[in-house]
């Protein structure tokens, strides 16, 4: 199947995504279980977005305003060790520093949603080793955003999506050593 420019292919995330929607709808009570398994099956065959919008077009909008926030206005901003890292959520920081530590986290969920909303102050965040960073819809600010990819990355790594504004910090991301 060839995709057109104005409908492109989808990636794994995309797919891994869409199926963590279905899953969420089903234990919420908004689909049947026959209705889910039908869902799913054309989500995991769905080669481009049109394919992939049909199954999931009746389910609730997902509310981004629901996603927690990690807020500081001045000071730091620290979470590392054993935390659970949430689907999706905000980093918000006015003037203070962001430290953002995953290696060791508890993630469950293929793909992670970070949006962040930082003002002048710095953030850094650290990533398992094995992880996918996709920085595509972050907006950099005043200082470049520093961030080098891994030469490979593994079949079924964590996606992080890092998305929003740095303002006049300078983001830096980096994979944890193994």
Not at 132 to 152: A, C, E, F, N
Request: proline share 8%; charged share 25%; aromatic share 4%.
């Amino acid at each position: 199947m060839t995709a057109l420019p104005d409908n492109p292919p989808i990636s794994d995330a995309d797919r891994d995504s869409a199926v963590e929607r279905l899953q969420e709808a089903f234990a919420e009570g908004h689909i049947s279980r026959e209705e889910m398994d039908e869902r799913l099956h054309r989500v995991l065959t769905a080669g481009t977005r049109a394919d992939l919008a049909a199954p999931l077009a009746s389910l609730p909008e997902v509310n981004p305003e629901s996603a927690p926030t990690l807020a500081a206005a001045t000071g730091r901003l620290v979470r590392r060790g054993p935390w659970r890292v949430p689907r999706a959520f905000k980093v918000v920081s006015a003037f203070g520093r962001v430290r953002l530590d995953l290696s060791k986290a508890v993630i469950e969920h293929p793909v992670i949603d970070i949006e962040l909303g930082l003002g002048t102050g710095g953030a850094k965040i650290t990533v398992p080793c094995d992880a996918v960073v996709d920085i595509d819809g972050l907006q950099g600010g005043w200082k470049d955003v520093r961030y080098t990819p891994p030469r490979r990355s593994h079949l079924g790594s964590p996606v992080i999506r890092i998305t929003g504004t740095t303002g006049f910090g300078r983001l830096r991301i980096r994979h944890a050593r193994r």
